[in-house]
C-alpha cells in the first residue's frame, strides 16, 4: 500500500462516528448474513468487508497520539458459467476509506504500519472481465496488481503493508503502481505449463488514477507520458500452501534521478523474490521475501522481510491466529544523502488474531519502529493497534448444486 500523505487529525466526533458506524454494521447485518456455511456456487457473489482500525503512538515517530482508520469494502464478483458464458468471470470492487494518518502523521514510517490507510475517498478499485482458456486465463479493466503479484499468502494476517507487497515495489513510480488505494487499467495474462510451474505477466498504466485529482472516483488515464509498469512473475509449488516465487518489473517512463535532479533516466526496474510454506512444527507456516531496485530513483532501495504464523495457538481457539514479522527497508545513498535518511528502517510486528465468530475478528497489534524513514532525525517508535474486522459473503442466482465458478 502507498504512503499516504500527512494531513490534521480530525475530530474526536469523526472517531466515534467510525466506531458507531462499524458497530451498526455489525449489529443489522448480521441477522440477516449469518450463515457459517460455505456459500453455494453462483452467477453473482457479493462480498461485504468491514474493517476499523484503533491505534495509538505511545512514543518517537512524528507525535505520540491516538488515531482511527476505516475502510469499507464491496466486491460482486459474476461467473458467466450459469448464464451461458463458460470461462468468463468479472469482478467490480468498492471501497470508502476515512480516518486519521497513522504514519503520515505519528509515526512517520516508510513501510506503512497500516494496510488500510488511504486518503479519505470513495473509490472503484476494481472493474475487470476475464477469461479462461484452457491452463491460462486474460484479464483486462481496472486490476489491483497485488492479487496476482508479490502477494505471500502466508503474511496475509500481518497489518504492516510491507509484507502485503514490497516497498521496494509499492513505493516505485510516480504514484506506485496499481495497488490499493488507486489503480490502473491493464491486461494481465497467466499461464500453467504444469502443475507445479505457473507464470504471469502484465502491462499497467504507469501512473494510476489522476494526480491533479487524487480523491477521484475512477480514473483510467493511460499517456505516453506516464508510460507503461511491466511485470512478470514465475511460481514454482513445492506442495500444499509451499512454493517459490521469483518477479521482475520495469517502468517505461523517465523518472528525475535523486543524485542529479538536472537529470532524467529512462526507465525504474526492480526484482524480487520470496518463499512460503508450513514448516515442520504443526499449524506453523514462515516466508522470507528479498526485493531490489535502482537507488538512483528510488527511496526504498531494498528490502528484506520474513515472518512467521501459528494457526490454532490453543487447543481451544483452533480459528486464532499469532504471528511476528520483520521488514528492513533499506534507503539507497542519494536518497539519504539527499534527505539526510537512515540507511535503513526496521519494523517488528507481533499480532494476534481473536476470531469471535465466522464473520468477526479482532486483532491487538504491536509495532516497534526502528529509525522511522519518511523524515530525517525521527527516534524510534512504538505503536499499538486494535483491529476490528466484519466480514460478509452472499450469493445469488444458482442451486446449490450447480458447478462452481471458474477460476
Same mark, same amino acid.
Given at each position: ?7 490534521? !487529525? ?16 455489525? @449489529? ?17 457473489? /457479493? ?35 450459469? /448464464?451461458? /458464458? ?23 514510517? #516508510? ?31 481496472? +486490476? ?37 488505494? #488507486? ?48 511485470? %512478470? ?27 542529479? !535532479? ?30 531490489? &531496485?535502482?537507488?538512483? #530513483? ?9 515472518? @512467521? ?12 491466529? +499469532? %504471528? ?22 526496521? &519494523?517488528?510486528? @507481533? ?31 512504538l505503536a499499538v493497534g486494535l483491529r476490528l474486522s466484519f466480514g460478509l459473503d452472499r450469493t445469488f442466482g444458482a442451486p446449490a448444486d450447480a458447478p462452481g465458478p471458474t477460476r
Amino acid at each position: 500500500m502507498r504512503h499516504a500523505r500527512p494531513r490534521p !487529525p480530525a475530530p474526536r466526533a469523526r472517531r466515534l462516528t467510525g466506531i458507531a458506524a462499524f458497530c451498526a454494521a455489525v @449489529l443489522l447485518a448480521a441477522p440477516a448474513w449469518a450463515d457459517d456455511d460455505d456459500p453455494p456456487p453462483a452467477p453473482l457473489a /457479493l462480498h461485504l468487508r468491514e474493517t476499523l482500525d484503533l491505534w495509538r503512538n505511545t512514543r518517537g515517530g512524528l507525535q505520540v497520539g491516538d488515531t482511527q482508520l476505516n475502510k469499507l469494502q464491496l466486491v460482486a464478483d459474476f461467473n458467466g458459467t450459469h /448464464l451461458g /458464458l463458460p470461462g468468463w468471470t468479472a469482478r467490480l470492487q468498492y471501497f470508502r476509506a476515512n480516518g486519521e494518518r497513522l504514519s503520515g502523521g505519528r509515526i512517520g514510517d #516508510v513501510q506503512t504500519a497500516s494496510n488500510i490507510e488511504a486518503l479519505s475517498t470513495d473509490r472503484l478499485m476494481e472493474a475487470w472481465v476475464a477469461r479462461r482458456f484452457g491452463r491460462g486465463d486474460l484479464k483486462a479493466g481496472l +486490476i489491483d496488481l497485488n492479487a496476482e503479484f508479490d502477494s505471500i499468502g502466508a503474511a496475509g494476517l500481518f497489518l504492516n503493508s510491507s509484507h502485503g507487497i514490497g516497498p521496494d515495489l509499492s513505493k516505485s513510480g510516480l504514484d506506485g503502481p496499481s495497488i490499493f488505494p #488507486v489503480s490502473a487499467p491493464g491486461a494481465q495474462a497467466r499461464w500453467r505449463p504444469s502443475k507445479r510451474l505457473s507464470l504471469a505477466a502484465a502491462a499497467f498504466g504507469g501512473t494510476p488514477g489522476d494526480l491533479a485529482h487524487p480523491k477521484a472516483f475512477a480514473a483510467a488515464r493511460l499517456s505516453a507520458r506516464d508510460g507503461a509498469l511491466l511485470i %512478470g512473475q514465475a511460481n514454482w509449488s513445492l506442495g500444499e500452501d509451499a512454493r517459490v516465487a521469483l518477479g521482475a518489473w520495469r517502468y517505461t517512463a523517465s523518472f528525475d534521478r535523486l543524485d542529479r !535532479p538536472d537529470l532524467r533516466q529512462h526507465g525504474w526496474a526492480g526484482t524480487y523474490a520470496f518463499v512460503e510454506g508450513p514448516l515442520p512444527v504443526e499449524h506453523v507456516k514462515g516466508w522470507l521475501r528479498a526485493g531490489l &531496485t535502482d537507488r538512483g #530513483v528510488a527511496t526504498v532501495s531494498d528490502y528484506l522481510g520474513g515472518g @512467521l504464523t501459528r494457526e490454532a495457538p490453543f487447543a481451544s481457539r483452533p480459528d486464532d491466529a +499469532i %504471528g511476528l514479522a520483520v521488514g528492513r527497508a533499506g534507503l539507497g545513498g542519494p536518497a539519504r544523502r539527499a534527505a539526510g535518511l537512515p540507511a535503513a528502517e526496521t &519494523t517488528v510486528e @507481533l499480532t494476534y488474531r481473536y476470531q469471535l465468530s465466522h464473520a468477526l475478528a479482532v486483532q491487538p497489534d504491536l509495532q516497534y519502529v526502528r529509525h522511522p524513514a519518511s523524515r530525517a532525525g525521527l527516534p524510534d517508535a512504538l505503536a499499538v493497534g486494535l483491529r476490528l474486522s466484519f466480514g460478509l459473503d452472499r450469493t445469488f442466482g444458482a442451486p446449490a448444486d450447480a458447478p462452481g465458478p471458474t477460476r
